[in-house]
């Protein structure tokens, strides 16, 4: 049973329910389960190990991210800018959380921070088709609406009372692990088995229900 999605190659732009979830460190350690590297540009100290360590399926992830931290926008674009000399089609994930938050900051003048901005989401994009490898950001505000017009797909996640639940055009969450089996939902049993009017229409027949209509006086 899968709670949580696998990312594909191309830009993914994930929504989380606040700063400090883990949807992101959860979806970093459910696609590195290859043995291949990822590289995090960070923003906002969102690459805590705490949170990696918590989450990773294997003692040695976090020997696999390799993590270069950005305190201004400048830092933030040259970062990105350098992984198009480090990433290949061996790179498993790029992750570059709270893209454009820096860009917000009052040491860069306005016009260009946007331009900056926007070249950032430009490399990006960019990168993630050119080298065929998940790219995956997190962002709000103007930066968000920027990803989103080149993003390959878009994935909200919000808190239940199970846990995470990530919603996208291909996966749902129906699924949330529990000490000793699984949690499941409703939308769960209707994709294994159908919806119930639907099973009600295919076990009986046009005819059959006539015949009941027509003891009654239906018909």
Do not use: I, K
Not at 99 to 112: A, H, I, K, N
Request: aromatic residues 6%.
């Amino acid at each position: 049973m899968e709670h949580e999605p696998t990312l594909d190659p191309g830009l993914t732009l994930l929504a989380t329910p606040d700063d400090r979830s883990t949807a992101l460190h959860r979806l970093v350690a459910r696609t590195l389960t290859d043995g291949r590297p990822a590289y995090w540009v960070d923003a906002r100290n969102t690459a805590t190990t705490y949170a990696l360590a918590e989450v990773a399926r294997t003692d040695r992830l976090l020997d696999r991210v390799h993590v270069a931290r950005a305190f201004t926008a400048y830092q933030h674009h040259a970062l990105v800018r350098e992984l198009v000399r480090r990433v290949d089609a061996r790179t498993g994930l790029v992750v570059c959380p709270n893209l454009g938050s820096l860009y917000r900051d009052g040491d860069v003048p306005e016009r260009e921070a946007a331009d900056l901005r926007a070249s950032t989401v430009a490399v990006l994009a960019d990168l993630a088709d050119a080298c065929d490898v998940p790219v995956l950001v997190t962002a709000r505000g103007e930066a968000r609406e920027a990803v989103a017009a080149v993003a390959d797909r878009e994935l909200d996640c919000t808190r239940t009372s199970f846990g995470l639940r990530y919603e996208g055009e291909s996966f749902e969450t129906t699924v949330y692990p529990v000490d000793g089996g699984w949690q499941t939902t409703v939308p769960y049993w209707v994709d294994r088995c159908g919806a119930v009017a639907d099973q009600l229409t295919d076990a009986v027949a046009p005819d059959a229900t006539d015949a009941a209509l027509a003891a009654f006086g239906g018909v």
